[in-house]
Every structure is written in C-alpha cells, then in structure tokens.
C-alpha cells in the first residue's frame, strides 16, 4: 500500500505530500504501488480459489444435496447485497473520479463515506437477516445443526450441511474481506481530511478502489454458485 | 538368478513376479545417478586443481557460452528422462493390473493393526498367508485414518483410505516369510502396525486354509449378517420386496435415480449401505436406512462377498 | 592485471555512519524501515527457530541408535518429528534467504535504496514473528503429533493434541511470505538503478524474482487449507471427513499444491547465491547466464504442475499417475541446465578456496545427488517401492540441507563482510564447512539404503536389521550438529573482534560490493548509474571453448 516516509534531511522538493523518499519519483512511487495491488489481488484470487475449486469439487460429486442446501437459501436477499455492492462499486468509481479531476476533499469524502454506507448496509443485511434467520432455523453447521427436523434430506443430509459449511465459510472470509476493506476506506477518508491527495497524486485512492472492486467481484462469483444453482432445479 | 539377485546385500529379498522388474529400473536408475554424480564430481575436481588461482592478482581466461554445449546438456538428460518415464511408467502400468485370476483377500487397516480377511472365511491380524505361485489381489479399506499397506520383498504398496476401497495385487514367487509395514503415519503406534507375510506352498495354504478352526466362509458370515440386519426383509431374492432383488446385480451397470449409470462394485455397495438413498434406483422409494455406525468394515466386507455370490454363476463361486 | 583487481578491491575512503550506528536503541531496531535492518531482524529470528528444529532432530537421531528406541515413548518420538518438519520447512527454510540475505541486497544489487514498501517490510517481519510465537505456543503446550503434513482424518479428528494453534502459527508466517514476495516482485521491476536492465541483473535477483512468483502464487492456497482445516478440527464440521461425506484425497491435493512450489521456494534462493559464489571465486562470468536465468523462471512455473507425485499411492487414477509422472521428469532438467552451467563457469576461472566456495561447491555436489534421486520418485514403478520409506527423507534431506542448507550458510559467510563490516576467520569457516560436508553425508546416505531395504519413515521403533545403517546416520548426525554450531562461535566472534572487511574483501563484481562496509543506510553515497554486463570480471585475453 502506499508509503508515507518522513522527510529526510534533504532540499525541499516539489514533491507531493505522499511522496515515499525510496521512489525516484512520483511517478515510480504509483507504478510500484498499482503492481504491488495488482499481485496482492493475485493472492487473493488463488486465496479464495482455493475454496471455489473445492466448491466445485464437491458440488459436481453431490449436486443433490448441494441443490437441497441451496434451497435453503434465501434469493432475494442475496440479490439485495449484490445490488448494494455493485453500487458501492460506483460510488467508490466516483470518488477516485473526484480526485481525478480536482473536486476537493468534501467531494472525495462523500462517496468514499457513501461507500462505506453501501459496504456496511452489505454486512448489516448479512449478519442481521441471513445468518441469524440461519441459526434461527438450525442450519448452521456443527452440533445443533437441524437432521431431526428435515426427514426430507434423506442420505443427502450430510452434502446439506457440507454445503452450508462452504457457505459460511466462503461468504464469512468475504466479509472479512469487506471488513478490512471498511478499515482502508476510513483510513482513505482520514487522509483525503488531511489533504493528502490531489489531482496529481490520488493513487492510495486508485488502488484501494481495486481491491474493493476485487472484493465485488468476488462476491459476484459467490451469488450465483452459492444462491442461484438451485434456481435451475425443482423444490 | 532371481537367489544371486537376492543376495546382494542391502536390498530387500525379490520375492514377487514383478520385484526382479522393479530392481532392474532402480539399478539402471542408480547407475544414471552414480555416472553423472562421479561426472560432475570428477570434473569439478579437476577444474578446481588445474585452474586454483596460483597467485592473488590472476584472472581467469575468457571463455564463450557455447550454444552447442547448452543444447547437449538440454537434450541429453531430456533423453534420458523420456527412457526412464517410459520404462517406468510401462512397468506402473502393467504392474496395476491384477491378473483376471486373482484370490481377492480383505484388508482393513485400524489404529494399529491390520486386520485381513480371507474369502473361505479365515481372519488373520498383521499376517497374510498366501499361497506361492497364485495371484492375490488386496481390497483394502481404513476403518480410521489413513493407513498404507507395503510389502518392500513384493515391491508394492498401496494407501488404505477411509470411505473408500483402494487395491493393489501380486504373485509370490518364492516361498518364505516377508515384512509388512504400514507406511502411512497413523498416529501414536504407527511404527506398531507391522507384520509379516507367510508365503506357502500351495499344499501347506490349503492345509493352514482347512486347519484352525472351523469358520464359515466371508460369504456365509454376509448372509447371516444379511438376514440379522433385516436386509433379507426388503431386498427379497425374487424380487417381490419393497427393495430391488440383488441377484446377479455385482458387476452390472445400473442406472440410478440420480440419472447417473455406475457398475455395481465394492464402492457403490459400501456406499448403499452407509449412504443408502444417494444411490436408489429409479422406481423405488429412498427410504432404506443407514446402517453407517451399525456395521464395522470388516462386516460390509462380508455383506459385499455375500452380494458378489449371488451374481457369480459364472465365476468359481465362494 | 593487477591494477584491474585492485581497483575491485579499493574505492572511496569510508565514512563512519553506516546503517548499524546510524541510531541506537531498540526502538531504532524494532521500527526500523531499513531493509538491512529488517534482514538481521529475519536472521535473528529463523536462527533461533533453526535451533529449535535442529534439537528436535538431534534427539530424533539420538533416539534411533535403538530398534526399539532409546530414548523416546513413541508419542513424543512423532510429536519431534513433526516439530522438526514443521519448524524446518515453515519457519527456518521458507523464509531463510529470502527474508534474510533476499531482504538486505535486493536493494543494494539492483542500486535502490531501499525495497518498494518499506514498511510493509517490517510488518511482515512482525507477522512472522507473530506466527512463531503460535508455533511455539504449540509446542510448548505438548506439541503436534501430526506430522509436517497435517493428513486428516488424522489431524483433524484422530490426534488430540494443538492442531489448530500450530496451524495458525503457520497461516500467519505464510502471510509474512506473501508479502515479502510482494515486495520483492515489485521491488525488482520498478526499482533498478538506470542503466541495470533485466540481462544485466545478477542470477541471485533472478532466482529471488522467480522464488518470489512461488511466494505471490502457492502460499495462499496453503493458506486456504490450514484454514480449512483448522475450521474442521475446530468445529467439528467440514470437507475432508469422510465419516460426513468429505474426501481426505482433497486436503492432499491442496496441501502439496502449495508444499511442491515450496520445496522449490527453498532450493532457488540456495542456486541463486551459488551462482553468485561460483562467479565470485573464479573471478569469472557465468557460463550461460540467460540459460540459469530462464532455467530459475522454468523451475517456479512447472513447479506448480507436479505436486501429484507425492500422491502416487493414494489410489489415484494410473492417468493421473502418468500426466503428474512426466512432468516430475520435466522439472528435473532446469536444474541440470544450472549444474552444468555452474561447473562449466570453473574451467578456465581463477579459483580461490574460501569458506563460501567451499559451500557452493558442497551444494553442487549434494544438490546433483539429490536432484537424480528424485528421479526415483518421479519414476512410478519406483516410487511404489520407495514413497513413505528412508529414500524420500534422504532424497529431500540432500536438496534441502546438503543443497539449501549450504547455499544459505555459503550466501552468509559470503555477505557476512559486508553486512557486519567484519571478516571472519577463515580457517574455522572451512573446518566447519568440512564438518557439515562429511557429517551430512554420513548422516543421510545410509538413509537411502535403509529405506531401498523397505524401513519406512515416521517410524519410532524399527525392526532390528536397519539397526547398523541407523547408528551411522545417527553418528553423522553429531558431526553434522558440530558443523553448525562452530559457525555460530566464530561468526559471532568476529562482530566484536574481527578485523575490518573494507568494501570488497573477495574482488567480486556487484553493485553491493562497491559501497562501504556496512553499508549507510541509504546504501548508496550516489546512486549508481550501470554500463556493464553482471560478473563482468577481467579476463586474460579470448580463449575458444
């Protein structure tokens, strides 16, 4: 992520405030910190791949009890966050457009805030509709989760709760993500506050935009594998 | 020949049809290795005599990347390396195949013993008598963890997973008494879990098979299991019941209600019987229960022996 | 000629702020954002974890003069064994070069002042640090019994000791890699001095870049399984139990699609410094640079496509066997090109015998050995034979000791000049180095024996007839442990009392030896500006191979 070093004892330069003194230039300083983003983002991709090929490994071998726990699921909610990233994903789009074309801190601030806002009612919508009315109904995974109760899952009852296992754990590490992507975003407000940014130099706001983007996108993959694949099937 | 082999010091006894094979790629495999390791050590030493800086200000001559050479060390242990994957891989491939007339013994592998089963009946814990000259083929299964059965005097070895049947085979050669391992860490007694294997003469295994006591067969121990479980009350052999009959079934495919078709093996028998509605048939309902807890593996051995002697008019039927 | 030494030799008068005394305090050290810094910091830390390790396998081998074990129960036997693993492969080789002499002189050789992001250095040098501490709470509290590899049901339902505490140790030192990886791709493509083009990079850069790629790619995915895992010990539920439908074949194939690049994440920094010891104790450029070059970035790429050789008796499809089988041979022949290279860059060279040398060349040797024993195990008919026996741990033990092991040690008494300022004596560092040559060998090339006669590994008590090849593996083993510790005596002698280094006490070509020893902070007094190929040393007149 972006470097902020103390001035040494040099001249004054025409440097920007954010200007790390292990860089040349400013110019140096972007492209390092827009590659090192983009390879973060490729752990990330094989991070979270990891569990998606596992996903799709037992998804192939169970599809029944996959498509039962699926079922479990409620769509409309799913699609409601999705709704609420993609525009969060705006929001965050036009907040470096600001900085981009000189709007001024109060602008930048706005939409960053606004992302926050999107990104927090994403989480809010999460933990207080979806999982609690999971553990409500005793689908959460471990020792109190409900066979007693569906006759109907038959011998697919363990692929059910395998695959509220990747439920939770797949869309639990993508809230982690978002998460931390609310922590980055509050630091960016802190630094747009203390005018850290300009038309010149805007690129901690640049590539914090990628990794939220990622963390959309991620979630993308994980609606319609996780909500959707049950649609195409029977009740 | 195969006794001179076997008295090379510093190898295990070659007591299977395929272990003389085995030592002939490891010795073709070490001899690579010993010539390139004494090339390489031979031709260091000798640069490092001839060319040691003789005083503190020499240099070294100059010298050019030679495309030539690049090339031979590129292709030439390329080469070597196509030999030996196809060598290597020739023999894998030949060596899983058991032979069509194979004794199928039972291997189940629990923390820390090996527990094996004979077809006529006999059980045996961290011993295998096998009779010389007679192809056997292990189906192994893990009632636990991950366990590895290994004969180094065979030259075979095999993982023994849970939930699933894994199996490997081979033809003594000589008679004899050879070391069993298990060679996947396992826990605690891991190094415990070992054994030995009696190779007889085929007179002495059908004297050691009769003598001991009387046991029934793995088939016969199926079929009270069968009628004990209540297995006989659905799955009537005429096909009256409210299950389909399992006469003649192993072997076949049959397409299941899922739409898939699978052949009726070990796997797809051990999984009816533990997960019984993910294989139902199509025109039946799902409602058999599990009896996953209920039988130990050596059981659902026993059950598929007795499955497989419904259906095998054509084979020696035991 | 002599003057074109000389002036090797020789250089600026020194100044006497270096980054060692530019501040004092452990304040200076422990917010440090200085590369060089943050290197030592690495190099204090895996040197303790060394230890740690290195004891485990001491009483390991003590243990084993006895077939039915003189020392141990078998439950403490396996939890040392796993320690070992564990602690060696996670926390001592992983992180070893790169984090240590990867971290000091990727800036000096590439003329940066400093790494790309700086303080994300010293971040991950606290989250190795962090993971550690979970890895020694783990074994304070009895220890794993695991073993390196964590198979389940074993470990997740079977073995009741801190699965989940070391498994977390270990996904927090695994973050600590990734971002040095990070830092250090970035670091190498945005930061290089004018004139050092990528062909002009030194070999160790590129073995790093190339190690880095391993970093950036695989260890997420290790990252993902221990969680898994760690979730499925934890909670009871999960994806590898089979009792609820799981399949432990998978845990298999995610653990070694990290733990293969691994191996090689700790064998390509050992050939990078090899490269560079080669050069510089021949005082000669190396015999086909783009060939090592390309053979480093051949090596990371096919690494990420083998790791199902280590499944080869898990029942897996014979299809399978074969695809995994032929590329195992493939990733083979990289590594010839660089022995080659390697011994073909000595003819006609200048050869000197000092300690580093006498680790590249040792590397060389072993390295050969234990890269055509894994053609044993790339073999299918073999490794049926030999997989979960002696020949595996003593083909592994040659690359990664007799090869990583001696490249690391080589690369440290190499830069140790450079790094404290100081020389160290020689005499002690070529006993020691003999110590580790013969020890080493002693130790583990009855193991290949032992393990071709069919002992299998992990294992705590064994049948008598592999008692004498035991007892010399166990005597070479105490000579190994004494070629270790000698370094430690006089490398730590010579920080005090060892006579000053001067810029370039070996000659060699390399930007890092033309600035002062130690270096300021900054590295360089001006950034330098490069017009010559790497290892450009002077030659006497043009000879035809």
Same mark, same amino acid.
């Given at each position: 992520?972006?470097?902020?070093?103390? =001035?040494?004892?040099?001249?004054? =330069?025409?440097?920007?405030?954010?200007?790390?003194?292990?860089?040349?230039?400013?110019?140096?300083?972007?492209?390092?910190?827009?590659?090192?983003?983009?390879?973060?983002?490729?752990?990330?991709?094989?991070?979270?791949?990891?569990?998606?090929?596992?996903?799709?490994?037992?998804?192939?071998?169970?599809?029944?009890?996959?498509?039962?726990?699926? =079922?479990?699921?409620?769509?409309?909610?799913?699609?409601?966050?999705?709704?609420?990233?993609?525009?969060?994903?705006?929001?965050?789009?036009?907040?470096?457009?600001?900085?981009?074309?000189?709007?001024?801190?109060?602008?930048?601030?706005?939409?960053?805030?606004?992302?926050?806002?999107?990104?927090?009612?994403?989480?809010?919508?999460?933990?207080?509709?979806?999982?609690? =009315?999971?553990?409500?109904?005793?689908?959460?995974?471990?020792?109190?989760?409900?066979?007693?109760?569906?006759?109907?899952?038959?011998?697919?009852?363990?692929?059910?709760?395998?695959?509220?296992?990747?439920?939770?754990?797949?869309?639990?590490?993508?809230?982690?993500?978002?998460?931390?992507?609310?922590?980055?975003?509050?630091?960016?407000?802190?630094?747009?506050?203390?005018?850290?940014?300009?038309?010149?130099?805007?690129?901690?706001?640049?590539?914090?935009?990628?990794?939220?983007?990622?963390?959309?996108?991620?979630?993308?993959?994980?609606?319609?594998?996780?909500?959707?694949?049950?649609?195409?099937?029977?009740? | 020949?195969?006794?001179?082999?076997?008295?090379?010091?510093?190898?295990?006894?070659?007591?299977?049809?395929?272990?003389?094979?085995?030592?002939?790629?490891?010795?073709?495999?070490?001899?690579?290795?010993?010539?390139?390791?004494?090339?390489?050590?031979?031709?260091?030493?000798?640069?490092?005599?001839?060319?040691?800086?003789?005083?503190?200000?020499?240099?070294?001559?100059?010298?050019?990347?030679?495309?030539?050479?690049?090339?031979?060390?590129?292709?030439?242990?390329?080469?070597?390396?196509?030999?030996?994957?196809?060598?290597?891989?020739?023999?894998?491939?030949?060596?899983?195949?058991?032979?069509?007339?194979?004794?199928?013994?039972?291997?189940?592998?629990?923390?820390?013993?090996?527990?094996?089963?004979?077809?006529?009946?006999?059980?045996?814990?961290?011993?295998?008598?096998?009779?010389?000259?007679?192809?056997?083929?292990?189906?192994?299964?893990?009632?636990?963890?991950?366990?590895?059965?290994?004969?180094?005097?065979?030259?075979?070895?095999?993982?023994?997973?849970?939930?699933?049947?894994?199996?490997?085979?081979?033809?003594?050669?000589?008679?004899?008494?050879?070391?069993?391992?298990?060679?996947?860490?396992?826990?605690?007694?891991?190094?415990?879990?070992?054994?030995?294997?009696?190779?007889?003469?085929?007179?002495?295994?059908?004297?050691?098979?009769?003598?001991?006591?009387?046991?029934?067969?793995?088939?016969?121990?199926?079929?009270?299991?069968?009628?004990?479980?209540?297995?006989?009350?659905?799955?009537?052999?005429?096909?009256?019941?409210?299950?389909?009959?399992?006469?003649?079934?192993?072997?076949?495919?049959?397409?299941?209600?899922?739409?898939?078709?699978?052949?009726?093996?070990?796997?797809?028998?051990?999984?009816?019987?533990?997960?019984?509605?993910?294989?139902?048939?199509?025109?039946?309902?799902?409602?058999?229960?599990?009896?996953?807890?209920?039988?130990?593996?050596?059981?659902?051995?026993?059950?598929?022996?007795?499955?497989?002697?419904?259906?095998?008019?054509?084979?020696?039927?035991? | 000629?002599?003057?074109?030494?000389?002036?090797?030799?020789?250089?600026?008068?020194?100044?006497?702020?270096?980054?060692?005394?530019?501040?004092?305090?452990?304040?200076?050290?422990?917010?440090?954002?200085?590369?060089?810094?943050?290197?030592?910091?690495?190099?204090?830390?895996?040197?303790?974890?060394?230890?740690?390790?290195?004891?485990?396998?001491?009483?390991?081998?003590?243990?084993?003069?006895?077939?039915?074990?003189?020392?141990?129960?078998?439950?403490?036997?396996?939890?040392?064994?796993?320690?070992?693993?564990?602690?060696?492969?996670?926390?001592?080789?992983?992180?070893? %070069?790169?984090?240590?002499?990867?971290?000091?002189?990727?800036?000096?050789?590439?003329?940066?002042?400093?790494?790309?992001?700086?303080?994300?250095?010293?971040?991950?040098?606290?989250?190795?640090?962090?993971?550690?501490?979970?890895?020694?709470?783990?074994?304070?509290?009895?220890?794993?019994?695991?073993?390196?590899?964590?198979?389940?049901?074993?470990?997740?339902?079977?073995?009741?000791?801190?699965?989940?505490?070391?498994?977390?140790?270990?996904? %927090?030192?695994?973050?600590?890699?990734?971002?040095?990886?990070?830092?250090?791709?970035?670091? %190498?493509?945005?930061?290089?001095?004018?004139?050092?083009?990528?062909?002009?990079?030194?070999?160790?850069?590129?073995?790093?870049?190339?190690?880095?790629?391993?970093?950036?790619?695989?260890?997420?995915?290790?990252?993902?399984?221990?969680? +898994?895992?760690?979730?499925?010990?934890? +909670?009871?539920?999960?994806?590898?139990? *089979?009792?609820?439908?799981?399949?432990?074949?998978?845990?298999?194939?995610?653990?070694?699609?990290?733990?293969?690049?691994?191996?090689?994440?700790?064998?390509?920094?050992?050939?990078?410094?090899?490269?560079?010891?080669?050069?510089?104790?021949?005082?000669?450029?190396?015999?086909?640079?783009?060939?090592?070059?390309?053979?480093?970035?051949?090596?990371?790429?096919?690494?990420?496509?083998?790791?199902?050789?280590?499944?080869?008796?898990?029942?897996?499809?014979?299809?399978?066997?074969?695809?995994?089988?032929?590329?195992?041979?493939?990733?083979?022949?990289?590594?010839?090109?660089?022995?080659?290279?390697?011994?073909?860059?000595?003819?006609?060279?200048?050869?000197?015998?000092?300690?580093?040398?006498?680790?590249?060349?040792?590397?060389?040797?072993?390295?050969?050995?234990?890269?055509?024993?894994?053609?044993?195990?790339?073999?299918?008919?073999?490794?049926?034979?030999?997989?979960?026996?002696?020949?595996?741990?003593?083909?592994?033990?040659?690359?990664?000791?007799?090869?990583?092991?001696?490249?690391?040690?080589?690369?440290?008494?190499?830069?140790?000049?450079?790094?404290?300022?100081?020389?160290?004596?020689?005499?002690?560092?070529?006993?020691?180095?003999?110590?580790?040559?013969?020890?080493?060998?002693?130790?583990?090339?009855?193991?290949?024996?032992?393990?071709?006669?069919?002992?299998?590994?992990?294992?705590?008590?064994?049948?008598?007839?592999?008692?004498?090849?035991?007892?010399?593996?166990?005597?070479?083993?105490?000579?190994?442990?004494?070629?270790?510790?000698?370094?430690?005596?006089?490398?730590?002698?010579?920080?005090?009392?060892?006579? *000053?280094?001067?810029?370039?006490?070996?000659?060699?070509?390399?930007?890092?030896?033309?600035?002062?020893?130690? *270096?300021?902070?900054?590295?360089?007094?001006?950034?330098?500006?490069?017009?010559?190929?790497?290892?450009?040393?002077?030659?006497?007149?043009?000879?035809?191979?």
């Amino acid at each position: 992520m972006s470097e902020m070093a103390a =001035h040494g004892a040099h001249e004054a =330069h025409a440097h920007p405030p954010g200007f790390a003194h292990q860089f040349e230039d400013v110019a140096q300083q972007k492209e390092a910190g827009t590659l090192g983003m983009w390879a973060f983002l490729v752990t990330e991709i094989l991070f979270f791949g990891g569990m998606f090929t596992a996903y799709i490994i037992y998804r192939s071998l169970h599809l029944a009890g996959f498509i039962t726990g699926s =079922h479990l699921l409620e769509v409309k909610f799913g699609a409601i966050n999705t709704a609420v990233l993609i525009c969060s994903s705006l929001t965050m789009a036009l907040a470096i457009r600001s900085a981009q074309t000189g709007k001024g801190r109060g602008q930048i601030i706005w939409w960053l805030v606004l992302t926050m806002i999107l990104g927090a009612m994403f989480l809010g919508f999460k933990f207080t509709f979806e999982w609690r =009315h999971d553990y409500l109904e005793h689908i959460v995974p471990g020792a109190y989760f409900g066979f007693e109760n569906r006759p109907e899952w038959g011998a697919n009852a363990p692929y059910v709760q395998m695959f509220m296992c990747f439920y939770f754990f797949m869309t639990g590490l993508h809230a982690i993500h978002m998460i931390v992507g609310l922590g980055i975003l509050t630091v960016l407000v802190v630094m747009t506050a203390r005018n850290k940014f300009s038309s010149e130099y805007y690129n901690p706001l640049e590539i914090s935009g990628l990794y939220w983007h990622f963390v959309d996108i991620v979630w993308i993959f994980l609606f319609p594998l996780l909500y959707l694949i049950g649609g195409l099937y029977k009740r | 020949m195969a006794l001179a082999w076997a008295a090379i010091p510093f190898q295990p006894p070659s007591a299977s049809s395929i272990s003389e094979g085995v030592d002939q790629l490891y010795y073709l495999l070490t001899g690579i290795t010993l010539f390139f390791t004494v090339l390489v050590f031979s031709i260091i030493f000798y640069f490092m005599v001839k060319y040691r800086r003789k005083s503190p200000d020499q240099v070294a001559a100059e010298t050019h990347t030679s495309m030539v050479l690049e090339l031979a060390w590129t292709i030439i242990p390329s080469l070597i390396c196509v030999v030996l994957f196809v060598w290597a891989s020739a023999l894998y491939v030949r060596n899983s195949r058991p032979p069509a007339s194979s004794t199928e013994i039972f291997v189940i592998g629990k923390q820390w013993m090996w527990h094996l089963q004979h077809p006529e009946g006999p059980r045996e814990i961290n011993e295998l008598h096998v009779p010389v000259g007679v192809p056997v083929k292990l189906t192994m299964t893990s009632q636990d963890v991950i366990h590895d059965f290994y004969i180094p005097a065979f030259r075979v070895k095999k993982d023994a997973l849970p939930g699933r049947y894994t199996s490997l085979w081979f033809e003594p050669t000589e008679t004899g008494t050879f070391h069993l391992y298990c060679a996947q860490y396992c826990g605690t007694n891991h190094a415990l879990m070992i054994g030995w294997v009696y190779v007889m003469s085929p007179k002495d295994y059908a004297n050691w098979l009769a003598g001991g006591e009387k046991t029934e067969s793995m088939s016969q121990q199926g079929e009270r299991l069968f009628t004990q479980y209540g297995c006989s009350g659905c799955h009537v052999a005429d096909g009256s019941g409210r299950a389909p009959s399992l006469a003649g079934l192993y072997g076949k495919p049959e397409k299941l209600a899922s739409g898939e078709t699978r052949v009726v093996d070990e796997a797809l028998i051990h999984q009816a019987i533990t997960i019984p509605n993910s294989v139902h048939v199509p025109g039946r309902q799902a409602i058999m229960p599990t009896y996953q807890g209920q039988l130990d593996e050596e059981q659902i051995l026993q059950l598929i022996a007795y499955v497989k002697s419904l259906g095998s008019q054509e084979r020696n039927g035991k | 000629m002599s003057t074109a030494i000389a002036e090797i030799h020789e250089g600026p008068a020194e100044s006497s702020v270096n980054y060692l005394n530019a501040n004092y305090g452990i304040k200076s050290w422990l917010l440090t954002t200085d590369h060089k810094r943050i290197g030592l910091l690495y190099l204090g830390v895996i040197t303790f974890m060394f230890l740690i390790g290195g004891t485990a396998a001491t009483i390991m081998r003590l243990h084993l003069v006895e077939p039915q074990g003189a020392l141990l129960e078998p439950e403490t036997y396996n939890k040392l064994f796993s320690t070992h693993g564990i602690v060696m492969v996670f926390f001592f080789l992983v992180p070893s %070069i790169p984090a240590t002499l990867g971290n000091f002189l990727i800036p000096m050789m590439i003329g940066a002042r400093d790494v790309a992001f700086p303080r994300l250095n010293l971040m991950s040098w606290y989250i190795f640090v962090t993971g550690c501490l979970f890895a020694l709470a783990a074994i304070l509290s009895g220890g794993v019994d695991t073993g390196w590899t964590f198979y389940p049901p074993y470990s997740s339902i079977y073995s009741h000791t801190p699965v989940v505490v070391m498994a977390l140790g270990i996904f %927090i030192a695994g973050f600590s890699s990734i971002l040095t990886g990070l830092n250090f791709v970035v670091t %190498i493509h945005k930061m290089r001095a004018p004139g050092m083009t990528w062909f002009r990079l030194p070999l160790f850069i590129w073995a790093l870049y190339a190690t880095s790629i391993i970093f950036i790619l695989g260890t997420p995915v290790i990252a993902i399984t221990l969680f +898994l895992l760690g979730l499925e010990t934890l +909670l009871h539920v999960g994806i590898f139990d *089979p009792a609820i439908g799981g399949d432990p074949l998978l845990f298999q194939h995610m653990f070694w699609f990290y733990s293969h690049p691994a191996v090689y994440i700790m064998i390509l920094p050992s050939m990078g410094v090899v490269s560079e010891l080669i050069t510089a104790f021949s005082r000669k450029k190396i015999f086909g640079y783009s060939f090592v070059a390309f053979s480093s970035l051949a090596i990371a790429v096919i690494s990420f496509i083998v790791w199902g050789h280590h499944m080869f008796v898990t029942g897996q499809s014979i299809y399978a066997g074969l695809v995994f089988s032929v590329l195992s041979f493939l990733v083979a022949i990289p590594s010839a090109v660089k022995v080659f290279n390697w011994t073909a860059t000595l003819y006609k060279g200048s050869i000197s015998y000092e300690a580093p040398m006498l680790y590249a060349l040792g590397f060389i040797g072993l390295f050969t050995i234990g890269g055509l024993t894994g053609l044993f195990l790339a073999a299918l008919a073999t490794d049926v034979h030999l997989n979960g026996t002696y020949f595996v741990v003593a083909h592994f033990h040659y690359i990664m000791v007799g090869g990583a092991l001696m490249g690391y040690l080589g690369g440290i008494h190499f830069w140790w000049p450079k790094i404290t300022g100081r020389l160290y004596p020689d005499m002690w560092a070529r006993i020691a180095a003999g110590l580790v040559f013969v020890g080493f060998n002693l130790t583990f090339f009855p193991q290949f024996v032992v393990g071709y006669m069919g002992m299998p590994r992990r294992y705590a008590v064994y049948p008598a007839e592999f008692q004498v090849l035991n007892v010399m593996s166990s005597a070479g083993a105490s000579v190994l442990a004494v070629g270790y510790l000698i370094p430690l005596v006089y490398l730590t002698w010579s920080m005090r009392y060892g006579p *000053p280094a001067g810029r370039n006490p070996w000659g060699a070509k390399g930007l890092e030896w033309t600035t002062p020893s130690p *270096p300021p902070t900054e590295n360089f007094e001006e950034p330098p500006i490069v017009t010559e190929e790497a290892y450009n040393y002077p030659t006497a007149g043009a000879v035809h191979v």
